[in-house]
């Protein structure tokens, strides 16, 4: 069956040259955008039951800008100053660009990962002393704690954001030729909201092995599949199955 409409499981791009819009003027598809997911703020009183006393703590590892954000509105919230000292580690250039928004940059020390939480550790390694505070979702990778818990150093998790399926009702009788996720949450929102879901002639893009087993163990069929070393992005794993299917 031919590729006439797509739903992409994430925000609408803010950029004008991102390569979906690319896609749509390529391979003459619609493409619509809506997030299957979104975060919500974990009230302030709820992370001081965490037992979480900011002035404990001498180092924040920052692993998204969901994380820079709610840092920041718990630390109003609770009417706490951040000092001038305290050190961040950000996983990415992307994470420590987006802390302008809250701090002078060249005043504050810094302390930027290359892009995944491994690579960051390195850095965290050189300052053993420091007492690291990870405000994060509720959903944390295993792999985070593992990590800090090898290299001995003196850190909390708390949850200060959480993930939340987003009421997508609107959709019940809208159909797409193809669905695309990037998590296994945004399957976890597909059932939720459509708990008769049949996957029937809807083809199924997703990114990522975790997104594949959720979507596997689900019951559900696997059509498209990125990254892959012909196809590293979804938008090129997207228009080489189109061009195939839309040729016949």
Partial sequence: MKVKTILVSQPEPKVENSPYFDLIDRQKVKIDFRPFIHVEGVPSKEVRGQKVDLS?????????????????????????????SLKYFCQSEAVAYYLQKYVVYRKRKIYVGKRTFQELMPLVKKYKSESFLLPSSDKLKPIVPELLDELGVKWKQATFYKTVVSDLSDLRHVSYDILVFFSPSGIVSLLENFPDFEQKNTRIAVFGNTTVKAVTDNGLRVDIQAPTTETPSMTMALEKYIKEVNKK
């Fill in 56 to 84: 404990q703590y001498t180092a924040i590892i920052l692993t998204s800008r969901n994380a820079v954000d709610h840092f920041f509105r718990i630390a109003e919230e609770m009417r706490f100053k951040v000092p001038d």
